[in-house]
């Protein structure tokens, strides 16, 4: 079980070895003494370990790129002489939790930072007490992106460590741990003062400073290998920056014997600050460990111009609200800042929210407001505005028709009962056109196509207030199609196809199999015109004829001269084919030969062009061929005379 054990953990460590995590960006590692194991002696531990990360960092399509908790981690347990002691541990997530901090200031545009924990532990452990105590080590690439005090942050290394004393000293001893979790977000050029208090659950007395963030793995030498003790490697700071001076400014960061970091950072930027805390035996006075922990600061340029906005001019018409009056209130101001408005009704209110404001009036009128912020306070500004009261205007219309064929009705249905309509215009959505306007109160409008269309009325009164109102309208349509004028051959049947509806009837119907049908049957002899009456469930009507037309076939019937002169009277030079299911060609030559026309649209026709211009009077030479209904291959040609 224990090879198994330890050839998962390598596993894992190989796994995730040339991963390189941007997002860390501060932690710390500690352990509790968890009493001793009376059947081997040994003392039991459990190591705790603190890990922080940009909320806001994603890696998006970097390769190699960690933008979460990895989960597990290993550890590395060390004697004071380097010797590993065993293989690599793991540590899991216990939990997670968001930290936000947001800049609040009244005379200060609000900033927010957003760090997420997570919270590590192992199992229970167990360690002989030996002289000289033991370093527990996470090392890992790589810390946070673009950090203003580290050279190519993304690329350092970080080792949080912890170290359990040894037997001249106290091997039952619980190391100090920080135990605030926040993330400090400050301006340039204002004072900070920061608790960053560290606590010990035996009661030792404790000492800050400021010291060097220690630097661990690398893009390639990360969790799975570790360097033993002494750790003395910190990472690069930029000149001027140290560990002891991670900030600049004047004064610059220090922190004292209770915790408190003070100093007046004067750049912005985001900067990693290490803390070490280190603590005493009160009884023997000796040192037990110091204690790490890497912090992220994040300064801001909050420089602001405090702006009062609100709208100079504000008409109150909506009748719903009433004497309710809605009040934008755009003001450029701080997170904590506060608002005073003053009315000319006597009225003022002071609000710290960035809300609408609503303001009730007693009554109808022309009211003053002004609006100032931060009142009292160095950072203040004002504006002014008038509100234009007089609700009561109720805006809306009705439509009255269904069908395409029909024109549609519109109705302004709109009051105003503290003042008069002035104005209207109607835009009934028409896509077809740009006259599709009117300014009437019930006008009609005629559409070309069934859709679904959005009408919009708009409104202005003589009290300066104006609205707009829309409804989409849904216009059914019909579209019959009875089908093309036929010719058939005396005794052929005629398949109809009616189109266009839901619903058809023909007439005359004596003839047809079913008058009600889409597609009857027509057994006739003789010319007839159905009429074919199409209509949907909304009640929709419309009509279309079909005429059919009887002779001797199957044949086809060729005139012998035709006359293209534009008088409307036989200008085309075409068959009628009676009986014939399919054409394979209807060709026109000259008499040198040439093809001067070749189509088998027989409704069409010759009109006398050849290459796009008037052909010459002559005699010319067609050929045709097609099969009948009852695939009989017909042959035909002959002459036609072209007159003029």
């Not at 040339?18 to 997002?23: E, G, P, R």
């Not at 000492?207 to 033993?228: F, H, K, Q, W």
């Not at 009040?327 to 929210?353: E, K, R």
């Not at 349509?477 to 058809?504: H, K, S, W």
Request: charged share 20%; with cysteine.
């Amino acid at each position: 079980m224990g090879k198994f054990v330890t050839l998962l953990i390598l596993l894992v460590c190989f796994l995730i070895g040339d991963v390189n995590a941007y997002h860390i960006i501060g932690g710390e590692i500690f352990y509790r003494h968890l009493g001793i194991n009376p059947a081997s002696g040994l003392h039991r531990y459990r190591i705790i370990m603190k890990l922080y990360r940009d909320g806001n960092f994603v890696c998006g399509t970097r390769q190699g790129c960690l933008d979460y908790f990895e989960n597990p981690v290993p550890f590395h347990i060390f004697t004071a002489s380097g010797s590993r002691v065993g293989a690599p541990r793991l540590m899991t997530i216990a939990h997670t939790a968001s930290i936000r901090d947001t800049l609040k200031n009244p005379c200060l545009a609000p900033q927010t930072v957003y760090l997420e924990v997570a919270f590590y532990e192992s199992d229970v452990i167990e360690l002989a007490a030996i002289p000289g105590g033991y370093y527990v080590s996470y090392q890992r690439c790589c810390r946070g992106e673009a950090l203003t005090n580290i050279y190519n942050s993304e690329r350092e290394g970080s080792n949080f460590v912890t170290w359990i004393p040894g037997t001249e000293l106290r091997p039952h001893n619980n190391s100090a741990v920080f135990d605030i979790e926040e993330a400090p977000v400050i301006c340039a050029g204002l004072p900070l003062r920061y608790n960053y208090r560290a606590t010990d659950p035996d009661g030792d007395s404790l000492t800050y400073a400021l010291c060097s963030a220690l630097t661990g793995g690398n893009s390639r030498n990360n969790e799975n290998v570790a360097n033993p003790p002494p750790y003395n490697n910190t990472v690069s700071y930029i000149p001027p920056y140290s560990g002891a001076n991670p900030m600049g400014g004047s004064p610059p960061l220090s922190i004292d014997n209770n915790g408190l970091i003070t100093g007046t950072p004067d750049r912005a930027g985001q900067f990693v600050v290490s803390v070490c805390v280190t603590e005493w035996d009160r009884a023997t006075r000796r040192m037990l460990g110091t204690h790490h922990k890497d912090i992220l600061i994040t300064v801001y340029n909050c420089a602001t111009r405090i702006t009062a906005s609100t709208p100079s001019t504000l008409y109150h018409c909506n009748d719903s609200l009433g004497m309710r009056v809605p009040i934008t209130n755009n003001s450029v101001a701080g997170f904590t800042s506060q608002f005073l408005w003053t009315f000319s009704d006597g009225t003022d209110t002071i609000t710290d929210s960035r809300n609408v404001f609503y303001k009730t009036f007693a009554d109808t009128g022309v009211f003053n407001l002004k609006l100032v912020v931060n009142p009292g306070l160095p950072c203040t500004d004002s504006t002014t505005g008038r509100i234009f009261n007089y609700p009561g205007l109720r805006s809306g219309f009705t439509v009255q028709g269904l069908c395409r064929e029909n024109p549609v009705y519109f109705t302004d249905t709109s009051t105003y009962r503290n003042g008069v309509i002035t104005y209207r215009q109607w835009d009934f959505g028409d896509p077809a056109t740009d006259a599709d306007t009117s300014n009437i109160t019930s006008p009609l409008y005629r559409y070309a196509n069934g859709d679904i269309y959005t009408i919009k009325l708009t409104l202005k009164t003589n009290r300066g207030c104006d609205a707009t109102v829309t409804q989409n309208f849904r216009l059914y349509d019909v579209r019959p199609f009875a089908g093309n004028d036929t010719i058939l051959a005396r005794g052929q049947t005629l398949r109809l196809n009616g189109q266009g509806g839901e619903m058809y009837q023909w007439s005359p119907a004596h003839m047809l199999s079913d008058g009600n049908a889409r597609d009857p049957l027509l057994t006739w002899n003789e010319e007839i015109t159905l009429r074919l009456r199409v209509s949907n469930q909304q009640g929709c009507v419309g009509y279309d004829d079909i005429n059919v037309k009887y002779y001797t076939g199957p044949e086809f019937y060729i005139p012998n001269a035709f006359s293209p002169n534009g008088d409307g009277v036989n200008d085309y030079f075409r068959f009628i084919p009676v009986g014939i299911r399919e054409y394979q060609y209807f060709r026109i030559f000259n008499r040198w030969g040439e093809l001067v026309y070749n189509s088998l649209d027989f409704r069409k026709g010759w009109d006398g062009y050849y290459k796009g211009r008037p052909a010459a009077v002559d005699t010319y030479l067609w050929i045709l061929e097609g099969i009948d209904l009852h695939g009989v291959k017909i042959s035909k040609k002959g002459t036609v005379t072209l007159l003029r």
